[in-house]
């Protein structure tokens, strides 16, 4: 494990809870299988810096797997193959040598169910990404960074006298907005979310929403959303994906959020965002 020099660690940590990191991410033809099953054919996208975009479509047409190739996910598959390029302002994050661990920091990700450390405190669980990263910091680094975090996040108020309690004692939303806080904890340009908000009521999806706004002005952000309301209140551009018939998925229209929903091009993406089927 690489260990930072404590003084260059404190600096990162630092500069993890102020400044402009957001990133413009940009797929160029991907293609995935699992095996010899093609989930995506030629994939391209932009997801520009400091927008959120949205990756909507019915299930089975890709969306997701095509999250886990923007930060190099798809690859823990055994059966995985990807080909295109995964760019993150220019620079192919699948670059033979590029490290996995480097395109995983800059590009963090919440996944739909959440996962904290269940018995780690909620202090602790902040900081995990730091301590998988070999990241040592002072102390009041780390301090200033918990709270900047879960500022960010919208939980700060809320358990600020109890971060030495367990994650798992949290609510829901509450841990879902921990798991944000732990993504933010290591400074990534982009964060993705795959339905971030699906298992959640409707008070905690306001108040996701709520961050997702927030967070834009310092990171990019894409998710994978089913709920087109979320997809319209959230997102800057979104992304249609569909798989037809058995053919692999491809992005049938994508643009912005206003013009796809009152406006789409394509006949199959008024009849998606309208609830004609899906």
């Known amino acids: 494990m690489t260990v930072t020099p404590p003084q260059l660690a404190d600096t990162l940590v630092q500069s ?3 400044g402009d990191t957001a990133a413009t991410l940009r797929a160029d033809t991907v293609s995935a299988w ?10 391209s996208l932009t997801m520009p810096a400091h ?5 909507i479509g019915p299930s089975g047409c890709g ?7 923007l930060n190099r996910m798809h690859e823990l598959i055994p059966t995985a193959a990807l080909a295109g390029r995964v760019l993150l302002d220019g620079g192919d994050i699948y670059d033979r040598g590029r490290r996995i ?34 990241i040592k910091a002072g102390r009041d680094s780390k301090d200033d960074l918990v709270e900047e975090c879960l500022t960010k996040a919208g939980l700060w108020r809320e358990v600020k006298d109890r971060l030495r309690q367990p994650g798992g004692a949290l609510s829901g939303g509450q841990q879902q907005r921990l798991c944000i806080a732990r993504s933010l904890a290591v400074r990534p340009r982009v964060l993705l979310m795959d339905e971030p908000c699906s298992a959640l009521d409707p008070t905690s999806t306001r108040r996701i929403e709520e961050t997702i ?12 959303t089913h709920n ?14 569909l798989a037809e018939q058995g053919t692999p998925g ?20 008024a009849d998606y965002v309208n609830g004609r089927f899906g």
């Open 34 to 43: 699992f095996g010899d099953h093609k989930v995506l054919d030629r994939v």
């Open 213 to 224: 706004a927030e967070l834009k002005t310092e990171v990019t952000i894409v998710i994978v």
């Open 101 to 134: 661990t480097h395109a995983r920091r800059q590009i963090g990700m919440v996944f739909q169910k959440p996962n904290p450390f269940p018995a780690m405190s909620l202090y602790d669980n902040v900081l995990a990404g730091l301590k998988l990263n070999g």
């Open 16 to 18: 993890a809870v102020g």
């Open 51 to 55: 927008e959120v975009t949205a990756l």
């Open 250 to 269: 491809v992005i049938v229209e994508h643009g912005d959020t206003d013009a796809m929903f009152n406006a789409p091009q394509d006949s199959r993406t």
């Open 63 to 69: 969306k997701s797997t095509f999250l886990r190739t």
């Open 228 to 241: 087109m309301q979320q997809a319209a209140r959230v997102s800057d551009s979104c992304a249609f994906f």
